[in-house]
């Protein structure tokens, strides 16, 4: 049989290329696969949490723009606030009753506690916002090298079953070679969505937080005018 037909004989799918490789090219493959599917896993994950997010704070920006008291706001939220917004609301709310004397005054220092209540609320929310993110970072930045590291190990294998055979033929070098190169094509193919969902995503939480940010600003002044006007 000729070189050329005796490898077009040779099964080159992924499955067959993924059964001869050495043992150490297998886990690096199944490495890459699995961190693929986590990745997919946080990226939809994470599109669905910031979607829910937007709605939540969208309408509880309704709620508190709408005229009603704050006070019965408040009061409607209950003890388990439901969005991150209601949450960072309500941590203010909270301190804001609580800076109060017995007499309707409000104890010295009140704004600023009340300030920094909402921005522990605030990084709590991002903490939970950004989990998960930094996983995409990391397969997107090592994955390329993972799958590089198994390409290396895959053609020096191949190398010593050619020396061992002493056959140079196309037969011989190319299941090898094929085999080492799908350990690279894995791993762009984690790393690729990982970086360009990971940069998507990054931006899409900064918005979030930035809106939370806004509004604790804007609560706090509110807040102010409202103590100015006892």
Known sequence: MEPIQAAEAIDFSVVALFMRASLTVQVVMIVLIVASVWAWAIIIQ???AFARARREASKFDR???SGEPLDDLYDQLGDRPRGASERIFAAGMTEWRRSHRDDGRLIPGG?????RAM????HREENRLFRGLSFLATVGSTAPFIGLFGTVWGIKTAFEGIALSQDTSLAVVAPGIA??????ALGLVAAIPAV???NKLSGDAERITGNWEQFSDEFSTLLSRQMDEV
């Not at 921005?119 to 605030?122: G, P, Q, T």
């Open 46 to 48: 994470k599109f669905l």
């Open 63 to 65: 709620s508190f723009w």
């Open 179 to 184: 085999e080492a190169l799908l350990a690279t």
């Open 196 to 198: 360009v969902f990971y």
């Open 111 to 115: 704004i600023a506690r009340i300030d």
């Open 119 to 122: 921005n522990v609320a605030i």
